[in-house]
């Protein structure tokens, strides 16, 4: 059990802590929105994650070969939920900050539920092709150790994939409260903008490099 628990936190936090664009955006809706925001967003992240790890532990090895030849158009429908969510964030931090500038115009739009966020968040993830994979691969390959839970060992399977859900929320948790910090320090109509744009951007050019890839 120790072995799993061990496991699936580093396998967790393998596919929680490189920062691309899920990270960013992560970030921005804290920074922007709300610490709550943040919060579903990062929920959202680490649902599709533990789910991936179920996956990968209950059927890795025939479903790794099937996602792979359509990694491809999944990764560009990514992409593409991530331009289209950064184009509706940068003209929400615009309609924003005209707003602050003229409080007798329209009014900023009302930001999404957190279920909302946390289904969009959930949903982009699941996207992502590469996860399953990497999960299928730790578990499937033997990558994780000589104590790496296999498709027969219920106990250890199920703590590695909780183990895994908890240090990829852990990790998403620690990034929107990043983010809501920076939200603190930037409370005036220019530091608001300035969060927006930057953070919307950098979502843009990650999934336009994504894109670009194929």
Same mark, same amino acid.
Not at 11 to 30: D, E, R, W
Not at 147 to 176: K, T
């Given at each position: 059990m120790?072995?799993?628990?061990?496991?699936?936190l580093?396998?967790?936090?393998?596919?929680?802590?490189?920062?691309?664009?899920? !990270?960013?955006?992560? @970030?921005?809706l804290?920074?922007?929105? /709300?610490?709550?925001?943040g919060m579903?967003?990062?929920?959202?992240?680490?649902?599709?994650?533990?789910?991936? &790890?179920?996956?990968a532990?209950?059927?890795?090895?025939?479903?790794?070969?099937?996602?792979? %030849?359509?990694?491809?158009?999944?990764?560009?429908? &990514? &992409?593409?939920?991530? @331009?289209?969510?950064? &184009?509706?964030?940068?003209?929400?931090?615009?309609?924003?900050?005209?707003?602050?500038?003229?409080?007798?115009?329209?009014?900023?739009?009302? %930001?999404? !539920?957190p279920?909302?966020?946390?289904? !969009?968040?959930?949903?982009?993830?699941?996207?992502? %092709?590469?996860?399953?994979?990497? *999960?299928?691969?730790?578990?499937l390959?033997?990558?994780t150790?000589p104590?790496s839970?296999?498709p027969? !060992?219920l106990?250890?399977?199920?703590v *590695?994939?909780?183990?895994? *859900?908890a240090a /990829?929320?852990?990790w998403?948790?620690?990034?929107?409260?990043?983010?809501?910090?920076? =939200?603190?320090?930037?409370?005036?109509? =220019?530091?608001?903008?300035?969060?927006?744009?930057?953070?919307?951007?950098?979502?843009l050019?990650l999934?336009l490099?994504?894109?670009l890839?194929?």
């Amino acid at each position: 059990m120790t072995d799993a628990l061990l496991s699936g936190l580093l396998a967790g936090y393998g596919i929680a802590v490189p920062v691309g664009a899920i !990270s960013v955006l992560i @970030v921005t809706l804290a920074s922007r929105v /709300s610490l709550a925001r943040g919060m579903a967003a990062a929920l959202g992240v680490a649902t599709a994650d533990g789910l991936y &790890a179920l996956l990968a532990l209950i059927g890795g090895a025939t479903l790794a070969p099937l996602l792979e %030849p359509a990694a491809g158009a999944l990764e560009l429908a &990514a &992409a593409a939920v991530l @331009v289209l969510l950064a &184009a509706h964030g940068l003209r929400a931090t615009l309609r924003t900050h005209r707003a602050d500038r003229d409080p007798a115009g329209p009014p900023p739009p009302a %930001p999404a !539920s957190p279920w909302r966020t946390y289904a !969009s968040l959930l949903g982009l993830t699941l996207l992502n %092709p590469l996860t399953v994979v990497y *999960f299928g691969a730790l578990v499937l390959g033997g990558r994780t150790g000589p104590g790496s839970p296999g498709p027969g !060992s219920l106990g250890p399977g199920l703590v *590695f994939v909780l183990a895994a *859900f908890a240090a /990829s929320a852990s990790w998403q948790a620690l990034l929107a409260t990043g983010g809501a910090l920076l =939200r603190r320090l930037l409370t005036g109509p =220019r530091g608001r903008l300035l969060t927006g744009l930057t953070g919307n951007l950098v979502v843009l050019a990650l999934a336009l490099r994504l894109a670009l890839r194929h």
